[in-house]
Structure formats: C-alpha cells, structure tokens
Nanobody, 127 residues
C-alpha cells in the first residue's frame, strides 16, 4: 500500500505562485509514475501533469503548460507541482496520484491507470 498526502495549497492572488507537495509512504517511491490532477467545483477531475519514475519524462495539460513544473525528489519520497502565473480558473482541489504501471519512462494523463490517490488539497486563486 501507498499513502499520499498533499500539502501547500491555499489562497493565492492571480499572477502569484504556489508549490504543492505530495509526500508518499509505503513502497519504494522511486518505482512509481506520478501525476497531478485537479477538480474544480461542478466539473470533472482533469489531468494537470505527470512524471515518470525516472524523472526523465514529464507531460503537461495545455491549460497549465508553461506555467507549471512537476518534479520529484526520490530521496524525500516527495512529488512537487510548482505553479506560477496562477489564474482564477486554476481554482480547484488538487490531487496527486501514483501508479506502478510501465517502465522507467512511463507516464499517463489517464486517471484510471493510477492506483493510489491523495485526499486532495484546495487551491483558490483570487482575481
């Protein structure tokens, strides 16, 4: 089993920055592909960013590309999402997720392939 706990959310003004963290415990963190998803009020959960367990492959949703950076620090079993130039439409509950599927370069934007999910953390961007 793997437990994922997000932190770093809160209120930020439009144009500001925020860094989310996801602390993992359980199995070896470095063998997971990881992802960030978000769910805005009244909307379905959507993909934000993903990273392979080697860290060598990353992928971003078009809505956040150029404004966000996903990274992982295996020594600390922690996943990060640096979010810059925030917009009000970035307001959502953000979830980190992990999967053991695939090899060292594997990543996915599909929510159903992820086996483990955090409880989510709220990010509010004020205009």
């Amino acid at each position: 089993q793997v437990q994922l706990v997000e932190s770093g959310g809160g209120l930020v003004q439009a144009g500001g920055s925020l860094r989310l963290s996801c602390a993992a415990s359980g199995r070896t963190f470095s063998s997971y592909a990881m992802g960030w998803f978000r769910q805005a009020p009244g909307k379905e959960r959507e993909f934000v960013a993903a990273i392979s367990w080697s860290g060598g492959s990353t992928y971003y949703a078009l809505s956040v590309k150029g404004r966000s950076t996903i990274s992982s620090e295996n020594a600390k079993n922690t996943l990060y999402l640096q979010m810059n130039s925030r917009k009000p439409e970035d307001t959502a509950v953000y979830f980190c997720a992990a999967t053991t599927r695939g090899g060292s370069s594997y990543w996915s934007f599909r929510a159903h392939v992820y086996d483990y999910w955090g409880q989510g953390i709220e990010v509010t961007v004020s205009s």
